[in-house]
């Protein structure tokens, strides 16, 4: 048996390239994908349109909520802009979120707005700054006011959620759901890993969130792609399936992680030559398992 110091030694060893590894994978640049709209659908119930644009920091500092330590891009520092929204409608029941995220190449998230449409209408804004995400929370006080802008609703609430100690060394970067939708078009995990995590947060939690690649499955598509030239493809591919698992960085988080609606683990299905984004499969409260499949996806030229 080896002496305590040395076992010991290995020990931090074999934590410091977990380390190394986790932080490579959340500092890594990613590039802008292929697509600049897509469409998923489970036909009538759920719909999700994404859309994505590069942009520069001089065009989102408008935007961005000024705070203490908030994280500020250079006027010409590249930045991604995504929209995301989602319409979930079945017997009585019909919701809308309107998502929208400024993030930079790397996944780093800078902020993200989500407004709720409905009866119960609310417009969240997660602002992230260095040690930390800044939430601010409104909602209409009556009916009246429940018919203007977002921005002129009443009841207001603005909290602050530190990260625990050590979590900018270990991650690297803090990201946010959406950027699922980009990682996946990217070959996440890296080529040659098996599996790779982020941090994410999430409504009032951080998480760590890993992306694991689980084989291939033979899948039928139906999608038209939009580009050049309209094209419909209408075939069975063999997917690559990538499991994503949430767990939440300390424990006692009673909200469940959320991804376009669903909560918890996703099942994850892509080309593998073209990395689209093709289904995705989960959970969604009061409906039950979904499985969104690609319908229309737009490239830029």
């Not at 400024?102 to 602002?127: D, V």
Request: glycine share 6%; hydrophobic share 40%.
């Amino acid at each position: 048996m080896l002496p305590s110091g040395i076992r010991i030694g290995i020990s931090f060893f074999i934590a410091s390239l977990l380390f190394v590894a986790f932080a490579s994978s959340a500092a890594e640049i990613h590039p802008l994908p292929k697509w600049r709209e897509l469409t998923l659908e489970l036909s009538p119930a759920i719909v999700v349109k994404a859309k994505l644009k590069a942009s520069i920091g001089k065009e989102a500092l408008p935007e961005l909520l000024n705070r203490p330590k908030a994280l500020v891009p250079a006027n010409e520092s590249p930045l991604y802009h995504l929209t995301v929204e989602t319409r979930l409608k079945w017997f009585l029941s019909s919701k809308t979120w309107l998502g929208n995220l400024w993030l930079e190449p790397n996944m780093q998230a800078l902020q993200r707005t989500r407004i709720k449409y409905g009866k119960k209408g609310s417009y969240k804004l997660y602002r992230y700054a260095q040690h930390g995400v800044y939430r601010i929370r409104k909602e209409p006080r009556n009916k009246e006011n429940a018919f203007q802008p977002p921005e002129n609703w009443l009841k207001s609430k603005e909290s602050f959620y530190p990260f625990p100690p050590g979590v900018r060394q270990e991650c690297g970067i803090i990201t946010d759901p959406y950027s699922i939708l980009l990682l996946i078009s990217n070959d996440f995990p890296p080529k040659g890993q098996s599996s790779a995590s982020l941090c994410m947060f999430n409504k009032k939690n951080l998480y760590r969130v890993k992306f694991e690649r689980a084989g291939t499955q033979p899948l039928q598509v139906d999608y038209v792609i939009k580009g050049s030239k309209k094209k419909h493809i209408k075939t069975t591919v063999k997917a690559e399936k990538i499991l994503v698992r949430p767990s939440a960085y300390e424990p006692g988080t009673d909200e469940a992680f959320e991804f376009l609606g669903m909560e918890g683990e996703i099942t994850l299905l892509r080309d593998p030559d073209t990395h689209y984004l093709l289904q995705v499969i989960g959970t969604v409260p009061e409906f039950g398992r979904a499985k969104l499949g690609l319908t229309k996806i737009k490239l830029f030229h």
